[in-house]
Every structure is written in C-alpha cells, then in structure tokens.
Nanobody
C-alpha cells in the first residue's frame, strides 16, 4: 500500500513564500504532482514532474511563482511557492502515478494519479 506524507502548509501573508513537501512510500514511482482545492471549488492541477525531473508542468495561474522539484532517491516532491496571493488559499494535495507522463494534458489530469495525500492547508491573507 502506497502512503504519502505531506508537510509545509500554514498561514502566511500575501507576498510571502512557503515550501510544501511530500514523501511517498513504495518503489517504481513515475510522475508526482500537486493539486489544490479551494472551498466551494473543484480540485485543480498545480504542477507535475516526472521521475527524472527533466521537465515540469504548471497551471497558468502559478507559472513564474511556483516551482516543483523532486528528490527521486527519496521519493519526495517539493513545491516552492513564492509571491503567494489570497487566491492561492486551498488545501494542497500531492499525488503519484506509476506512469511517467511527458504530456501536459495527461500530467494535469487528476485521473492520471492513483495515490493521493491527505492534503495540507495553505492560507494566504491579504
């Protein structure tokens, strides 16, 4: 059974930074991703990275502000969030797949990921 452990959420002010991390158990993990869900809204894609980290995919809303990275040896994915805005407030969840995605369309679909973390709250005050 694959398990994911997330950390790094919190309450910050607009313009601040946060770094989320997520460590997964298990072997053979392919792509790892972050999604978020704000109150009353559907879950949305944030960023994704394949196993060797040679490319990254981002939602337009976070490009230039967020950076996803990965320590493949430790099955850990990070999300560095800079210049946070109140609209970034959401529960952030990491997700993993045993498939490696080199398609932005596939990498951004929540159906592409089989295992999910419990989520960590990020709140950005104005």
């Amino acid at each position: 059974q694959v398990q994911l452990a997330e950390s790094g959420g919190g309450l910050v002010q607009a313009g601040d930074s946060l770094r989320l991390s997520c460590t997964a158990s298990g072997r053979g993990i392919g792509s790892m991703a972050w999604f978020r869900q704000a109150p009353g809204k559907e879950r949305e894609f944030v960023a994704s990275i394949p196993k060797n980290g040679d490319t990254t995919y981002y939602a337009d809303s976070v490009k230039g502000r967020f950076a996803i990275s990965r320590d493949a040896a430790k099955n850990t994915v990070f999300l560095q969030m800079n210049n946070l805005k109140p609209e970034d407030t959401a529960v952030y969840s990491c997700a993993i797949s045993f498939t490696i995605y080199y398609s932005a369309e596939l990498a951004s679909r929540d159906q592409s990921y089989a295992y999910w973390g419990q989520g960590t709250q990020v709140t950005v005050s104005s």
